[in-house]
Structure formats: structure tokens, C-alpha cells
């Protein structure tokens, strides 16, 4: 299975983006997924997850209320729309995959499969 993420840019602050992850090889329902975030200097960072079957969905509080995880079944991907955008989520973004629907959802050791991320930038 691959992920490939797109759809990052610089945006200013208050503005919106959508990230999507193509998956191949799989179907993405078969997988509970992620995305998470890395900005320089600092380790990677939990942003939300859907689990198998979309039982449930879960946020980092960081951006709760403005990021909205979905899977398209019929594009098989994952989607991340990003709306109110601050400049501390500038970061790399990256989709991952967890073959196991693991209750540690929030700790990158839980997914298997990583896509190559894609750079948000928001100015302020």
C-alpha cells in the first residue's frame, strides 16, 4: 500500500486548506487513519484520526472545532479540511495508516504506513 498527500500552500491566517492522501493498493476503509504534523525542530505531532469503519473520530484539542477529518470511499482517499488556519499550524502534514485500529491512535508508533507529507504554511 502507498499514501501520496497533496494539497498543501501558503495561505494567511484565518484562510482555508484541503489535504487529501491517495491511498493505493488498499481500499481506505480497510484502515483506521491518521494525519499528523511536524514543524522544525519539534517532533511529530498528532492532528486527528478515523478509525476502522469511521466508528469514531478523534482531534488533537489544537485544532478541534476547525479541522475536519473525512474519508472519500468513492476517490479512496483521506481528506483534511483545515479552515481557520493560525501560523502555529504551519508544519509538514502527513497521512498515515494503522493496520490494526490501535487504541494508541495518538502516538506515530501506532501506523504502518506513511505517506511523504506535504508543507502548510500559514502567514500571519
Known amino acids: 500500500v502507498q499514501l501520496q498527500a497533496s494539497g498543501g500552500g501558503l495561505v494567511q491566517a484565518g484562510e482555508s486548506l484541503r489535504l487529501s492522501c491517495a491511498v493505493s493498493g488498499r481500499t481506505v476503509s480497510s484502515y483506521a487513519m491518521g494525519w499528523f504534523r511536524q514543524a522544525p525542530g519539534k517532533e511529530r505531532e498528532f492532528v486527528a484520526r478515523v478509525s476502522w469503519r469511521a466508528y469514531k473520530i478523534d482531534y488533537s484539542d489544537s485544532v478541534m472545532g476547525r479541522f475536519t477529518i473525512s474519508r472519500d470511499n468513492a476517490k479512496n482517499t483521506l481528506e483534511l479540511q483545515m479552515n481557520s488556519l493560525k501560523p502555529e499550524d504551519t508544519a509538514v502534514y502527513y497521512c498515515?495508516?494503522?493496520?490494526?485500529?490501535?487504541?494508541?491512535?495518538?502516538?506515530?508508533?501506532?501506523?504502518?504506513?506513511w505517506g511523504q507529507g506535504t508543507q502548510v504554511t500559514v502567514s500571519s
Open positions: 498515515a495508516a494503522d493496520d490494526y485500529n490501535r487504541r494508541a491512535y495518538s502516538s506515530p508508533k501506532s501506523y504502518d504506513v
